[in-house]
């Protein structure tokens, strides 16, 4: 089973409230850029963010530590393929690349490590990726992002988790999702009037908090998926610590269910985390209550 630091890392929670319209985009962040001309309009209900923290200690389900590391590391050498093959094995001029090595520092990935797997991806024979489209238990709506090198393996396997675990293949689900760039940082001694603000001046849509693993309070700034740079620089020059940063498919509704289902939904997702092919399993569930 996935332990808490590994579902974590590669399904962060979502937002409760977007101000972007649904819809789907795979540009990565660019490193141009782009002032803003006018201020945004900041929307928070924290009603809406109960449910979130509910879900995700649900979610996370306990495991052997060494699995769990071992595991992480794994699903973040396949998301460091993927940006290799996307841009190239230069962080510096691979921005989708430099954020996912943060991503592995910041989870005590070694060095030597995060090293090898970039020069593994360089040299791994062509893999494709794709993404899958699904519902779960209590209709919530799922995004399966694989890379493989065997597409009929793949499809058969997730179908195969899918059909054992109270999930379907859907179309259409993409159009519920929206990809963004998130900006995390501890919010230990910003309140929420403050990151407004900052969100605010930084040229972000949203904000919103959420909790880690430790349950310790984390402040994410939303943004469009262009404009993820522009934001981070814009919060670091004013003081603000940035924990991490990257892109995500943030869902534009949300499905409420009960305790039974989310349980069912849980079990699913880590079935589909624990396949080899699969990268991350992005969500839209909410607890009910």
Same mark, same amino acid.
């Given at each position: 089973?996935?332990?808490? /630091?590994?579902?974590?890392?590669?399904?962060?929670?979502?937002?409760?409230?977007?101000?972007? /319209?649904?819809?789907?985009?795979? /540009?990565?962040? %660019?490193?141009?850029?782009?002032?803003?001309?006018?201020?945004?309009?900041?929307?928070? !209900?924290?009603?809406?963010?109960?449910?979130?923290?509910?879900?995700? #200690?649900?979610?996370?389900?306990?495991?052997? #530590?060494?699995?769990? @590391?071992?595991?992480?590391?794994?699903?973040?050498?396949?998301?460091?393929?993927?940006? $290799? #093959?996307?841009?190239?094995? +230069?962080?510096?001029?691979?921005? +989708?690349?430099?954020?996912?090595?943060? =991503?592995?520092?910041? !989870?005590?990935?070694?060095?030597?490590?995060?090293?090898?797997?970039?020069?593994?991806? %360089? #040299?791994?024979?062509?893999?494709?990726?794709?993404?899958?489209?699904? @519902?779960?238990?209590?209709?919530?709506?799922?995004?399966?992002? $694989?890379?493989?090198?065997? !597409?009929?393996?793949?499809? =058969?396997?997730?179908?195969?988790?899918?059909?054992? +675990?109270?999930?379907?293949?859907? &179309?259409?689900?993409?159009?519920?999702?929206?990809?963004?760039?998130?900006?995390?940082?501890?919010?230990?001694?910003?309140?929420?009037?403050?990151?407004?603000?900052?969100?605010?001046?930084?040229?972000?849509?949203?904000?919103?908090?959420? %909790?880690?693993? &430790?349950?310790?309070?984390?402040?994410?700034?939303?943004? &469009?998926?262009?404009?993820?740079?522009? $934001?981070?620089?814009?919060?670091?020059?004013?003081?603000?610590?940035?924990?991490?940063?990257?892109? %995500?498919?943030?869902?534009?509704?949300?499905?409420?269910? &009960? =305790?039974? =289902?989310?349980?069912?939904?849980?079990?699913?997702?880590? /079935?589909?985390?624990?396949?080899?092919?699969?990268? @991350?399993?992005?969500? +839209?569930?909410?607890?009910?209550?």
């Amino acid at each position: 089973m996935l332990g808490p /630091a590994v579902l974590r890392t590669l399904r962060t929670p979502f937002p409760r409230t977007l101000t972007a /319209a649904p819809g789907w985009s795979s /540009a990565p962040a %660019e490193s141009v850029l782009h002032p803003w001309s006018c201020v945004r309009t900041l929307l928070l !209900n924290s009603a809406l963010c109960a449910g979130h923290n509910k879900w995700s #200690k649900v979610k996370h389900i306990k495991g052997p #530590k060494d699995e769990a @590391r071992a595991k992480m590391f794994m699903k973040l050498g396949l998301m460091i393929r993927i940006a $290799v #093959k996307e841009g190239g094995s +230069n962080p510096e001029l691979n921005i +989708n690349l430099a954020h996912i090595v943060e =991503q592995c520092r910041n !989870n005590n990935m070694p060095k030597a490590s995060i090293e090898s797997a970039v020069k593994s991806a %360089e #040299k791994a024979k062509l893999a494709s990726q794709h993404t899958f489209e699904a @519902r779960g238990p209590g209709g919530c709506l799922l995004l399966i992002e $694989v890379l493989t090198d065997n !597409n009929a393996r793949s499809h =058969q396997e997730i179908k195969r988790l899918l059909g054992k +675990n109270g999930g379907a293949l859907s &179309d259409g689900v993409h159009h519920s999702f929206s990809r963004k760039g998130v900006v995390t940082s501890a919010g230990k001694s910003i309140s929420m009037e403050q990151a407004l603000e900052l969100a605010i001046e930084a040229g972000a849509e949203d904000v919103h908090e959420s %909790e880690d693993e &430790d349950e310790q309070r984390l402040l994410k700034f939303i943004c &469009d998926a262009t404009q993820l740079n522009h $934001v981070r620089a814009s919060l670091e020059s004013v003081g603000v610590q940035i924990s991490s940063s990257g892109l %995500e498919c943030l869902p534009s509704t949300m499905s409420s269910l &009960d =305790q039974e =289902q989310l349980s069912a939904a849980s079990t699913l997702i880590e /079935a589909l985390s624990d396949c080899p092919d699969v990268v @991350r399993v992005w969500d +839209n569930i909410q607890a009910d209550g």
